[in-house]
């Protein structure tokens, strides 16, 4: 009797360090530790579901089993209805017609998003100095563009994020414009 409850007690240690860690079972900490020793821990500290964005747009546009249109549609999740391009025109139904043209153009290997700094404006909305790279190689039968393309944006953009209804979305600053990305 005193094996059981003492094997019962090490089941539930061992569960709870596991939980409390972030590790198996998906307890913990819903960011997953940044894989950029880059990272702005600070961002992640203060504004967690930011640094959340991050770690799913650093993947969400990597081939998968997702269609091109479902992978299009998880990344529009984190930008405004009210997205301004660079000349400040309103430009969300853009960026997704042109990011799924290129989804469906390229096999999409890399397409990095690492928070490196941020500052909280004035307005309460957030600037996020990000580095961004992409790696792109044009799929078979696919016209336009470059073969492949692999590049690093620099200087690395500021990303506004702005908090609506609770929820953080990127507002501005968002290269997508092939003179902003390497022509692609």
């Given at each position: 009797?005193?094996?059981?409850?003492?094997?019962?007690?090490?089941?539930?240690?061992?569960?709870?360090?596991?939980l409390g860690c972030g590790g198996g079972g998906?307890?913990?900490?819903?960011?997953?530790?940044?894989?950029?020793?880059?990272?702005?821990?600070?961002?992640?500290?203060?504004?967690?579901?930011?640094?959340?964005?991050?770690?799913?747009l650093d993947s969400v546009l990597k081939e998968?089993?997702?269609?091109?249109?479902?992978?299009?549609?998880?990344?529009?999740?984190?930008?405004?209805?009210?997205?301004?391009?660079?000349?400040?025109?309103?430009?969300?139904?853009?960026?997704?017609?042109?990011?799924?043209?290129?989804?469906?153009?390229?096999?999409?290997?890399?397409?990095?998003?690492?928070?490196?700094?941020?500052?909280?404006?004035?307005?309460?909305?957030?600037?996020?100095?990000?580095?961004?790279?992409?790696?792109?190689?044009?799929?078979?039968?696919?016209a336009g563009g470059f073969e492949s393309l692999?590049?690093?944006?620099?200087?690395?953009?500021?990303?506004?994020?702005?908090?609506?209804?609770?929820?953080?979305?990127?507002?501005?600053?968002?290269?997508?414009?092939?003179?902003?990305?390497?022509?692609?």
């Open positions: 009797m005193k094996l059981q409850f003492a094997c019962l007690v090490t089941l539930f240690c061992i569960s709870l360090a596991l998906g307890g913990g900490n819903p960011v997953a530790p940044p894989p950029d020793p880059n990272f702005d821990l600070k961002l992640q500290e203060d504004y967690p579901t930011i640094a959340a964005s991050y770690v799913k998968s089993s997702q269609t091109a249109e479902q992978r299009v549609s998880s990344f529009m999740a984190e930008i405004s209805a009210d997205f301004v391009n660079a000349a400040g025109s309103a430009a969300r139904t853009d960026l997704e017609t042109t990011t799924l043209s290129r989804v469906k153009r390229y096999t999409i290997n890399e397409y990095s998003f690492v928070p490196t700094a941020h500052k909280v404006n004035e307005d309460g909305t957030i600037a996020v100095t990000t580095a961004m790279s992409i790696y792109v190689v044009r799929k078979e039968g696919a692999k590049t690093t944006l620099d200087p690395s953009p500021t990303l506004t994020w702005k908090n609506e209804s609770g929820t953080w979305k990127i507002i501005k600053g968002l290269p997508y414009l092939s003179t902003d990305v390497g022509g692609i």
